[in-house]
């Protein structure tokens, strides 16, 4: 059982360069999300979506897009990065019920030079 | 707009010790909270899981405790370890299926036991 896999795991940009980090879990969750993690800041929501077909804006969405591909994947793409967007970031999935758990894929760390 | 702090942001204590770790909201409608573990440079490992109309979920030494009216819970770790050294973050959930799907995080509380 697979769980959240997240990839790639590590990633180097130069400013102004794109990328899409992937997302897909095999747990049949509805809800998919997206955090940033950077020292001393805890996990910041950029992105969310409650189920398939939607997505909407967490605390920090600036700077970045994401798309429900289908119920088990989820991606966030950075169109033009930027050395503020160094950062851990990781994603997450859960199910509906009051005592589902929020599961987390390893996390992609990614610098922007 | 939810808001979750952990206080304090930064705790040591000798082994053998109990100790309390808190998290506070300023939304009370919420559908549960979760208490994590990270260890430094790993990913996150789930605790405890509170409904919202719980009050209390122990596993082995941890007790997690839910006041959702005083927006408050609090993790107790009995008999500390040297192996509970880790940062401990509390995350909020409002609700499902819709807008309200959000999962809000505290910026956690870095513990330190003491051999």
């Known amino acids: 059982n697979a769980g959240v896999t997240q990839t790639p795991k590590f990633q180097v940009l130069k400013t102004g360069q794109s990328m899409t980090l992937q997302c897909a879990q095999d747990?049949?969750?509805?809800?998919m999300y997206w955090y940033r993690q950077d020292p001393g800041m805890g996990l910041r929501l950029i992105y969310y979506s409650a189920s398939e077909g939607t997505t909407d804006k967490g605390e920090v969405p600036n700077g970045y897009n994401v798309s429900r591909l289908n119920k088990r994947e989820f991606s966030l793409r950075l169109e033009s990065a930027a050395p503020s967007q160094t950062s851990v970031y990781f994603c997450a999935s859960s199910g509906r019920s009051l005592n589902s758990p929020l599961h987390f894929g390893n996390g992609t760390r990614l610098t922007v030079t | 707009k939810q808001e979750v702090t952990q206080i304090p942001a930064a705790l040591s204590v000798p082994e053998g010790e109990n100790l309390v770790l808190n998290c506070s909201f300023t939304d009370s409608a919420i559908y549960n909270l979760q208490w994590f573990r990270q260890d430094p440079g790993k990913g996150l490992t789930s605790l405890l899981l509170i409904q919202s109309s719980q009050r209390e979920q122990t596993s082995g030494r941890l007790n997690a405790s839910l006041d959702k009216s005083s927006g408050r819970s609090t993790l107790y770790i009995a008999a500390s370890q040297p192996g509970d050294s880790a940062t401990y973050l509390c995350a909020v959930r409002r609700g499902y299926g819709n807008r309200d799907d959000k999962i809000i995080f505290g910026k956690g509380t870095r513990l330190h036991i003491l051999p």
């Open positions: 747990m049949n969750h509805n809800s």
